[in-house]
């Protein structure tokens, strides 16, 4: 059983490898997972407690891509729903040696942003010590 449990957007990011250059110009990217949320749930597997990570991925290879890393962290992904009508949200993210990077983000219509609420009813609260959330995962969509 879970001791913590997050509830967030997970996406994927391709980060460019080309320090300096705009996203129409850089050409080599490195592909990661990404999500605040997902980002701590990942520190907490770290620091030795059980974690647990609720959402939603498209059933494509980059929703494929975050299970597959979720499962190589330890984390439990029994309430990360597969979205066979919608599809994993994701990014580009400059590279920059000064300054903040352009960030260019793919999210509108994603599964996380199609959330099906149902999946709330199989938390299992009985070990859970904290319940981690921000708004970012609220406000993707209107239900």
């Known amino acids: 059983m879970s ?22 110009d850089a050409t ?5 997972v990404a999500g605040a949320e997902l980002n701590v749930a990942i520190g907490v597997q770290r620091l030795g407690h059980q974690s647990q990570y609720l ?3 498209g059933d494509d290879p980059l929703g494929q891509f975050i299970i597959n890393e979720v499962h190589e962290s330890g984390i439990d992904s029994s309430l990360i729903d597969l979205d066979k009508d919608h599809w994993t949200g994701f990014y580009l993210k400059q590279r920059v040696t000064k300054g903040d990077p352009s960030t260019y983000y793919f999210r509108k219509n994603s599964a996380a942003a199609n959330f099906n609420h149902e999946i709330l009813s199989k938390i299992d609260f009985s070990d859970l010590k904290i319940a981690h959330l921000s708004g970012i995962f609220a406000a993707l969509s209107q239900k």
Request: aromatic share 14%; proline share 7%.
């Open 3 to 24: 001791e913590f449990l997050t509830i967030g957007e997970p996406m994927a990011v391709f980060a460019s490898e080309n320090p300096d250059l705009s996203l129409v």
């Open 28 to 32: 080599n990217f490195k592909k990661f």
């Open 55 to 57: 959402s939603a991925v």
